[in-house]
């Protein structure tokens, strides 16, 4: 079974510091990772994926992921966090071996980037 | 541009009606999904489509059904409304391969009284 767990139901971060939102996955194959925002009354956007290749991601509003297989974590971080960073935060994973399977989300991180 | 759409965006109902949300996708993608969001719970996977006339039922499918009579449509209907199933329910879609990216439509926040 493929699984994905947010630790962090909330993290707080000053405005300029770095910011971490911690991921971790389960899955019997390779995964497929994504990471999803929410802004207040709106969908899901898009940030970034982590399909093969490197293991740093670079994706949407300066943010980025590392993969690490060893940790099975897939942990998004952007350098200097920005009060419009605020948003809930979402990881999400498929087995890759498992053929199209839907995606498996997690429970969400709400980032509160404090000025 | 390409987009996906749902409708109603706000829906006051009964317990015990039936109800239909919309969704209207016009990436010409062949996978669509409906998730409802709670807080507590994140986005569960109520139903699923991998092209027209396939339904799959997700994680927490009871009390819903869908139906894929073309590429760009996924209603999903609510056959007896209840006081559980108040929530906020988004339609993604995405192409066909594993690794393509789900996109979402803006949602439907439905209260059932």
């Known amino acids: 079974a493929q699984s994905v767990a947010q630790p962090e139901d909330q993290v707080n971060v000053a405005e300029g510091n770095p910011l971490t939102v911690k991921c971790t996955y389960s899955v019997s194959g390779n995964p497929y990772l994504f990471w999803y925002v929410q802004y207040p009354n709106r969908g899901l956007q898009f940030l970034l994926k982590y399909i093969t290749g490197d293991n740093l991601v670079k994706g949407s509003y300066g943010f980025e992921a590392e993969f690490n297989k060893s940790q099975t974590s897939f942990h998004l971080k952007k350098p200097s966090a920005l009060v419009s960073d605020s948003a809930l935060y979402f990881c999400?994973?498929?087995?890759?071996?498992?053929?199209?399977?839907?995606?498996?989300f997690g429970k969400g991180t709400r980032l509160s980037v404090i000025a | 541009d390409a987009e996906i759409t749902q409708s109603p965006r706000h829906k006051i109902t009964e317990t015990g009606r039936q109800v239909t949300l919309a969704c209207h996708q016009t990436?010409?993608?062949?996978?669509m999904f409906w998730y409802r969001q709670d807080l507590g719970h994140g986005l569960r996977l109520i139903h699923y489509?991998?092209?027209?006339?396939?339904?799959n039922k997700g994680e927490v499918s009871d009390g819903y059904s869908v139906s894929r009579s073309n590429t760009e449509d996924l209603p999903l209907t609510l056959e007896s409304a209840a006081s559980s199933q108040t929530s906020v329910y988004f339609c993604?879609?995405?192409?066909?391969?594993?690794?393509?990216?789900?996109?979402f439509g803006p949602g439907t926040r439905l209260t059932v009284l």
């Open positions: 999400a994973v498929r087995d890759s071996g498992r053929g199209n399977t839907p995606l498996v």
């Open positions: 993604a879609s995405s192409e066909s391969r594993s690794a393509d990216t789900q996109y």
């Open positions: 489509s991998y092209g027209v006339q396939d339904t």
């Open positions: 990436w010409n993608h062949n996978n």
